[in-house]
């Protein structure tokens, strides 16, 4: 049964797999071990992040929150999958888990997310969730999941937009060499909510309204051996006061104009005759729809003409032609000669507009090969893009993780000697601020308790783990980025906007980021930081957590080493709220190799 929120019923995910199973086994055995320590209803919050833009760029899309309030809104472990858990975890598992188990749900939850649609940077939050320790936990997997495809495909669908130029049409063709039917419909939405105007998949647009395109195939056009196929060869006219009885004959007529035609000057011979019955045929089913792949036979010297010839049949009764594809080939050179038959027609037979013939590629298209188009010039009006943009032919993964920042009100910290791991810990909030010419400056995380950014006062900007790189910045206009999405089944939170809406918010965020952001090669960074204080507190934190080394003599040296030690005070209480535990309120640190302070 589909829960209710806000007044809005939330169905379950799109994908009916995606179930409270959908998740690593580690999920639930850490879900017991909680339970046998009495900690799984302990109050914990996670930050959902990734750590490094993808595709070499400097900006990703967010996208997949949707599905994640769906999935917890509806999330409820039914009696036969109780019973695999069971089968699946330890016998010496007591049964009062199970009987747990039973009635878990997110009632007790809380979601906090950036909008769907928002271009977002690294370390920042893109949700952060809030709950009883094991649920929570068993949550972690499922929205990895529902997030870092969904993110990463319509990143790179921004990134082909991005190139292609606003001007073009992008069309989605990618369905079948998509990883199976799930990765097939999720990129058709995300594709589209990263700009892309329409798909070639029919279930996808059913599903999500996304507009649909498709003609026909090489296959279709091979099919036909001679127009003499054709048996019903009439016409009525686009508004019904006519019909020509022999549309086939009116195609032949239109074909031996162009090949005589003195403006054309002899370009055009002869034709396949199998193509010209196979356009003409599809013109007579779609006759205010007709677009024709060109390329089956040869592009210039049959594809275009016998396009050219059923387009003006189809114009003396009233009809618009839709355009041609081109599947390839020169594909930069293809377009421009053909635009200039196609100019070359409208002038001298006097039909308005046909010199702006829809012009449509495809042929395994990519990033590269849409800016290399660019350069070389061209004049296709809309890219039909496959393989490259639903599998993210160019980068796997986007890495999203999901680390626990707090527990019972104090800050929890993940260290690494990669410093790119290490987690910024405590409940946070994060905050957008803009320059005087409307673009994003820089993201800055604060403590939860911390006053906000205000506009026109000056604020420190630090880099969370490199002290040398800080900034003030006077913001012109401050954005608070996390919004509350959900709050148990009755609680206020934001509404979900539909498809249409997410899209026009990516691709309106999109445009007010600075072009050295955006573009392909060498793009700047984007700059995330965190509030002076948080600095500090990440720092003292760190230091308070990290295991205190000691300095050893070399095996041999018969020097002795001085006692070298660093001390630093740490105090119990945490700026942000939260009480560390009592018996690392206080310490020293030692040098126990390279620092990221600068101390050797």
């Not at 036979?297 to 003409?305: A, E, H």
């Not at 500090?536 to 095996?555: C, K, R, S, T, Y």
Request: glycine share 8%; net charge negative; hydrophobic share 40%.
């Amino acid at each position: 049964m589909a829960a209710k929120s806000n007044g809005q019923v939330l169905a379950g995910p799109t994908n009916p797999m995606v179930t409270p199973l959908l998740t690593d086994l580690y999920q639930f055995t850490m879900a017991y071990a909680y339970w046998k320590a009495g900690k799984h209803n302990e109050r914990a919050v996670f930050d959902l992040y990734f750590r490094k833009n993808p595709f070499g760029g400097e900006y990703t899309v967010f996208a997949g929150l949707e599905e994640c309030i769906k999935f917890i809104a509806n999330f409820k472990l039914a009696e036969d999958e109780i019973d695999f858990v069971r089968q699946s975890l330890s016998s010496s598992c007591e049964e009062g888990f199970f009987d747990y188990l039973r009635g878990v749900d997110c009632a007790d939850v809380e979601v906090y997310a950036i909008q769907e649609g928002s271009v977002v940077f690294p370390k920042v939050p893109l949700v952060r969730v809030e709950g009883p320790i094991a649920v929570v936990q068993l949550l972690e997997t499922p929205f990895l999941n529902l997030i870092n495809y969904a993110s990463l495909v319509s990143t790179n669908a921004a990134r082909h937009r991005f190139v292609a130029g606003e001007s073009k049409m992008l069309l989605e063709f990618g369905l079948r060499r998509a990883q199976g039917p799930d990765g097939g419909i999720a990129a058709s939405r995300y594709c589209y909510m990263g700009g892309f105007h329409a798909t070639s998949n029919v279930a996808a647009g059913k599903i999500f309204g996304i507009p649909l395109r498709g003609t026909h195939s090489h296959a279709f056009v091979s099919s036909f051996m001679s127009p003499d196929e054709i048996i019903d060869k009439t016409l009525h006219s686009s508004d019904k006061s006519s019909t020509c009885e022999d549309f086939v004959s009116l195609v032949q007529t239109w074909l031996s104009k162009i090949q005589w035609s003195k403006s054309l000057n002899g370009t055009f011979g002869e034709t396949n005759q199998s193509e010209l019955a196979a356009f003409t045929s599809y013109a007579l089913a779609f006759p205010d729809n007709f677009l024709a792949l060109v390329d089956t036979y040869d592009v210039m010297r049959s594809g275009i003409p016998n396009f050219c010839a059923v387009a003006l049949a189809l114009n003396d009764l009233g009809y618009k032609a839709a355009g041609i594809r081109l599947d390839s080939g020169d594909l930069a050179y293809l377009s421009s000669e053909a635009r200039k038959i196609f100019n070359i027609i409208e002038k001298e037979f006097g039909v308005p507009e046909f010199g702006k013939t829809l012009i449509t590629a495809s042929n395994d298209l990519n990033e590269e090969t849409l800016d290399a188009l660019n350069k070389q010039g061209h004049e296709v009006d809309a890219f039909g893009i496959g393989t490259h943009v639903v599998t993210c032919y160019a980068q796997a993964a986007l890495g999203c993780v999901f680390k626990l920042v707090e527990i019972n009100n104090q800050p929890r910290i993940k260290l690494s000697e990669d410093v790119t791991k290490v987690s910024i810990p405590c409940k946070k909030r994060s905050y957008r601020l803009f320059g005087k010419e409307g673009y994003p400056l820089v993201d800055i995380m604060t403590g939860e308790n911390e006053p906000p950014p205000k506009v026109g006062e000056r604020i420190l900007c630090r880099h969370p783990f490199n002290e040398s790189k800080r900034a003030y910045v006077v913001p012109q206009r401050v954005e608070e980025l996390m919004k509350c999405f959900w709050h148990g089944p009755g609680g206020v939170r934001e509404d979900l906007p539909p498809l249409k809406d997410i899209r026009e918010r990516c691709i309106s965020q999109l445009k007010k980021m600075r072009p050295d952001h955006m573009r392909r090669l060498n793009p700047t960074p984007y700059k995330v930081s965190v509030s002076a204080k948080l600095y500090d507190f990440i720092h003292f934190l760190w230091l308070n957590e990290a295991p205190v080394g000691e300095l050893q003599p070399m095996l041999g040296d018969v020097a002795s080493v001085p006692d070298v030690r660093l001390s630093v005070v740490l105090y119990g209480t945490s700026p942000f709220g939260g009480v560390l535990p009592p018996e690392r309120g206080s310490g020293r640190w030692i040098a126990a190799g390279p620092s990221l302070f600068g101390y050797p």
